[in-house]
């Protein structure tokens, strides 16, 4: 796909979850600020917590008490990430009507991160889908994000075809959307094109997301060679806050203004404000009480006349 002028690009705000998953743990306070400054920059879709075990991710423990005040903010779309199928029933019964279900592309972080191998957790995408899919009072969509898909920080880089066998049995068991994960920030532009395009023919209409790190220096680059090959939804963090527990040196999210400030000047359309996606970094900055390596949180957008 070659870039055109008013793409729109969905930009998923994950800092409550991603951005805050590694941070010690706030209070519940300070989180609903947080989402207050979020719902203000006109984001459509939100990553709100994650049903995980508490003593692994203690941050998470609030799940379902944050997934209470979620019905004030009718107008986004919340989601939470699911590790089992018990987190699965959690989220839905706390009110989630999107749930996140990660397979890690590689059987070391896999066994870090859930206690399973890529196999096993790949069987239970049929479980997660019965149990979205079933919801009695309302419809639940799954999606599956796809971790390490170009490279694990125990076993180096991951062979494509690992990412799209996932890919397929997600096709296959009837997940909504798909997502793949540069879970440590280790990918760069070419690499993106490459596994895009092999994927691509794989998830047929499949709508198709990618979480992308900027570890390393090159989320940025990374994420604008994704939407130009076709992806259109792109996971952000306000400030840049954040990165995964489980894998060794994997912090640097894109901040989620440096993404606006990108896709916006380069012709493409998106729901979030650039100034008020700045405003809420310095929230999300006295949240966790340190600096954040946000660009735009230091440097401001440019001058205009």
């Given at each position: 796909m070659t870039q055109t002028a008013n793409t729109h690009v969905v930009i998923r705000e994950v800092g409550l979850r991603d951005g805050l998953q590694i941070e010690k743990p706030i209070p519940l306070s300070a989180k609903l600020e947080l989402l207050a400054a979020l719902a203000a920059t006109g984001v459509r879709e939100v990553e709100a917590t994650a049903f995980v075990s508490p003593t692994k991710v203690p941050s998470m423990a609030d799940a379902a008490e944050l997934a209470a005040h979620l019905h004030n903010y009718p107008a986004i779309e919340f989601s939470a990430l699911v590790a089992s199928p018990n987190g699965a029933k959690r989220a839905v019964a706390a009110g989630l009507?999107?749930?996140?279900?990660?397979?890690?592309?590689?059987?070391?972080?896999?066994?870090?991160?859930?206690?399973?191998?890529?196999?096993?957790?790949?069987?239970?995408?049929?479980?997660?889908?019965?149990?979205?899919?079933?919801?009695?009072?309302?419809?639940?969509?799954?999606?599956?994000?796809?971790?390490?898909?170009?490279?694990?920080?125990?076993?180096?880089?991951?062979?494509?075809?690992?990412?799209?066998?996932?890919?397929?049995?997600?096709?296959?068991?009837?997940?909504?959307?798909?997502?793949?994960?540069?879970?440590?920030?280790?990918?760069?532009?070419?690499?993106?094109?490459?596994?895009?395009?092999?994927?691509?023919?794989?998830?047929?209409?499949?709508?198709?997301?990618?979480?992308?790190?900027?570890?390393?220096?090159?989320?940025?680059?990374?994420?604008?060679?994704?939407?130009?090959?076709?992806?259109?939804?792109?996971?952000?963090?306000?400030g840049g806050l954040g990165g995964c527990p489980f894998a060794p040196g994997a912090t640097g999210n894109i901040a989620t203004e440096d993404l606006v400030y990108l896709l916006t000047d380069s012709g493409f359309t998106v729901d979030v404000d650039l100034r008020a996606a700045i405003a809420a970094a310095e929230v999300a900055k006295l949240a966790v009480g340190h600096d954040l390596p946000g660009a735009l949180l230091h440097a401001g957008d440019r001058i205009r006349d």
């Amino acid at each position: 796909m070659t870039q055109t002028a008013n793409t729109h690009v969905v930009i998923r705000e994950v800092g409550l979850r991603d951005g805050l998953q590694i941070e010690k743990p706030i209070p519940l306070s300070a989180k609903l600020e947080l989402l207050a400054a979020l719902a203000a920059t006109g984001v459509r879709e939100v990553e709100a917590t994650a049903f995980v075990s508490p003593t692994k991710v203690p941050s998470m423990a609030d799940a379902a008490e944050l997934a209470a005040h979620l019905h004030n903010y009718p107008a986004i779309e919340f989601s939470a990430l699911v590790a089992s199928p018990n987190g699965a029933k959690r989220a839905v019964a706390a009110g989630l009507r999107s749930i996140e279900y990660v397979v890690a592309a590689d059987d070391a972080f896999s066994t870090a991160n859930v206690g399973r191998t890529t196999a096993e957790a790949t069987a239970q995408i049929d479980e997660i889908v019965d149990i979205a899919h079933g919801s009695p009072d309302f419809p639940v969509t799954v999606e599956v994000i796809v971790a390490t898909a170009w490279d694990s920080p125990f076993e180096g880089p991951t062979p494509p075809q690992r990412v799209l066998e996932i890919a397929a049995t997600a096709r296959d068991r009837g997940v909504d959307r798909l997502s793949i994960a540069d879970t440590i920030g280790t990918t760069t532009p070419g690499r993106v094109n490459s596994l895009i395009a092999q994927l691509l023919p794989v998830i047929g209409d499949l709508p198709l997301g990618a979480h992308l790190h900027n570890t390393r220096g090159a989320g940025l680059a990374s994420a604008y060679a994704a939407v130009t090959a076709g992806v259109t939804r792109l996971d952000a963090s306000v400030g840049g806050l954040g990165g995964c527990p489980f894998a060794p040196g994997a912090t640097g999210n894109i901040a989620t203004e440096d993404l606006v400030y990108l896709l916006t000047d380069s012709g493409f359309t998106v729901d979030v404000d650039l100034r008020a996606a700045i405003a809420a970094a310095e929230v999300a900055k006295l949240a966790v009480g340190h600096d954040l390596p946000g660009a735009l949180l230091h440097a401001g957008d440019r001058i205009r006349d």
